[in-house]
């Protein structure tokens, strides 16, 4: 998944649904409007999981229910870099609370915890609706701004599935 374009939410789509637990996203490229900084930060305006249907295990519709019905509460959202600066982000929260106008950053001149550069690892952690949910698709939405070239929308991310968050790293 590399060479990304940031104008428009992207989408991963595997062969075949995966009933697991845990997504790790490893972000590996990213965007920065001076090149000197290119690959130095992360954010992302959301991300979704979709079943083989197309809808979202997130955020599900009422239009289209999905069952057993999962609940946003379970779904959690963990990494090794976050911006703790106040006007830059949401926090790991903002990943999947359904609005493209909040966005997590990762961690930059020390206003945060974890890592400062990439690779940047965010665990999404299915919970317990994992085991009857299956999925096959990965959506994200960059950072809502006005370039394509804003400060740490990826350009290249590796996706690994597990139902063991420790072999996510194998």
């Known amino acids: ?64 229910p999905v069952t057993p019905e999962p609940s946003e509460s379970q779904w959690k959202v963990t990494g090794n870099s976050v911006s703790t600066n106040g006007g830059d982000g949401g926090g790991y929260e903002a990943l999947i609370d359904g609005n493209i ?5 990762s961690n930059y001149n020390e206003n945060g915890t974890g890592t400062t550069g990439l690779p940047v690892d965010l665990i999404l952690d299915r919970g317990e609706t994992a085991s009857s949910l299956p999925f096959q698709t990965f959506g994200y939405h960059p950072r809502n701004h006005t ?8 350009k290249g991310i590796e996706l690994y599935v597990s139902d063991d968050q420790n072999k996510l790293f194998e």
């Open 1 to 64: 998944f590399t060479d990304i374009q940031n104008e428009k939410p992207e989408a991963v789509v595997f062969e075949n649904s995966a009933v697991t637990s845990a997504v790790r996203i490893k972000a590996t490229s990213s965007y920065h409007w001076e090149d000197d900084n290119n690959n130095k930060y992360m954010n992302i305006g959301d991300i979704d999981v979709f079943d083989p249907d197309g809808n979202s295990l997130i955020h599900p519709s009422s239009d289209t």
């Open 101 to 105: 106008n909040t966005y997590y950053h």
């Open 147 to 154: 370039s394509i070239n804003a400060n740490g929308n990826f």
